[in-house]
């Protein structure tokens, strides 16, 4: 189901709670309301939805993922750049890193691990702090 997008900066502000096994079909409707905007979205936090659940949904490529509870555990190659969002208006100046190592839960809440890089390693990092309530 496509949601409406949240774009109150104190709702999403608020760090994320937990992801749990019930949150599953949430996933599935960031899924189809990032597939909705996909012309102006490449990833998506559950708040973005409205729901402070620590869940993420992006283009890998071409392949559409979803995380549960998603965990940056190691990061190299720091760089300067810029991001819009989804969510909130206007560009603006950040930094990330060009290979990061991420852990999450599938949508079975089984561990996974892998390594990112480049547009998709920054995609996530730019989710992830939707997740920790930080506005980019």
């Known amino acids: 189901m496509i949601r409406e997008i949240m774009h109150d900066p104190i709702f999403l502000a608020q760090k994320s709670e937990p992801a749990t096994k019930a949150d599953v079909s949430l996933g599935d409707d960031m899924l189809d309301t990032l597939k909705a905007h996909k012309d ?5 936090a559950a708040n973005m939805i409205g729901v402070k659940k620590r869940i993420i949904v992006f283009d890998n490529n071409g392949t559409y993922m979803v995380m549960y509870n ?4 190691m990061k190299n190659g720091l760089f300067d750049t810029e991001e819009g969002c989804l ?7 950040t930094q990330r890193y060009k290979l990061i190592k991420v852990e ?7 561990k996974q691990s892998e390594i990112f890089v480049g547009w998709t390693a920054q995609i996530i990092q730019h989710e992830i702090d939707h997740c920790n309530g930080i506005l980019i």
Do not use: H, T
């Open 104 to 110: 999450w839960m599938d949508r079975n809440f089984k």
């Open 87 to 93: 969510s909130l208006s206007g560009i603006r100046k």
């Open 70 to 73: 998603p965990e940056i555990v």
């Open 40 to 44: 102006a979205c490449v990833g998506m």
